[in-house]
T-cell receptor
Framework: KAGVTQTPRYLIKTRGQQVTLSCSPISGHRSVSWYQQTPGQGLQFLFE???????NKGNFPGRFSGRQFSNSRSEMNVSTLELGDSALYLC???????????FGSGTRLTVV | GIQVEQSPPDLILQEGANSTLRCNFS?????LQWFHQNPWGQLINLFYIPSGTKQNGRLSATTVATERYSLLYISSSQTTDSGVYFC???????????FGTGTRLQVTL
């Protein structure tokens, strides 16, 4: 079966713009999580959605938001981009509250 | 929150050598996973191993939950094993994966 699909793979944006990233989980997986990876901070949790509800949120400013649709696909949005938002954004899905996570290939965002 | 430490931070091996990567965590965990991050950034799941021992080809992992550590063994290493290996734990209280800082492995010919 298809894995976790993230689009786009690469993105270049200008400071002050906003961006939307997309994640399609493995078919049947209802939980989608987002992580940010930077050289300085490592892998940090952004938020998790389950059945269209945000279940948990990491320590990120309100400029970072997300949502999940009825088909479990998820989007995350970053508004008023800053240079420090440049990172690899990884999405992961799992079937429910138990079990392991499967990650997508990521979206590499560069803010100039 | 829970702390996850990995050692060593860097490892250089010759092809064919064996290695052991370690992951220590500071609190009880519900789940533990080992990932390999490839050069393109994707995290490839190696093991889902909250406790016990599992093997998959040249790789095996052991988690001793009561002593709060996990080990990843790589035998007969190949150049394709190069990359960064992450340990990540999940706790019910945090309800998220907490990652270690990784072990960067380079396998040379």
């Amino acid at each position: 079966k298809a894995g976790v699909t993230q689009t786009p793979r690469y993105l270049i944006k200008t400071r002050g713009q906003q961006v939307t990233l997309s994640c399609s989980p493995i078919s049947g997986h209802r939980s989608v999580s987002w992580y940010q990876q930077t050289p300085g901070q490592g892998l940090q949790f952004l938020f998790e959605y389950f059945s269209e509800t945000q279940r948990n949120k990491g320590n990120f400013p309100g400029r970072f938001s997300g949502r999940q649709f009825s088909n479990s696909r998820s989007e995350m949005n970053v508004s008023t981009l800053e240079l420090g938002d440049s990172a690899l954004y990884l999405c992961a899905s799992r079937w429910d509250s138990s079990g392991g996570y499967t990650f997508g290939s990521g979206t590499r965002l560069t803010v100039v | 929150g829970i702390q996850v430490e990995q050692s060593p931070p860097d490892l250089i091996l010759q092809e064919g050598a064996n290695s052991t990567l370690r992951c220590n965590f500071s609190d009880s965990v519900n789940n533990l996973q080992w990932f390999h991050q490839n050069p393109w950034g994707q995290l490839i799941n190696l093991f889902y191993i909250p406790s016990g021992t599992k093997q998959n080809g040249r790789l095996s992992a052991t988690t001793v939950a009561t002593e709060r550590y996990s080990l990843l063994y790589i035998s007969s290493s190949q150049t394709t094993d190069s990359g960064v290996y992450f340990c990540a734990v999940f706790t019910g209280t945090a309800s998220k994966l907490t990652f270690g800082t990784g072990t960067r492995l380079q396998v040379t010919l």
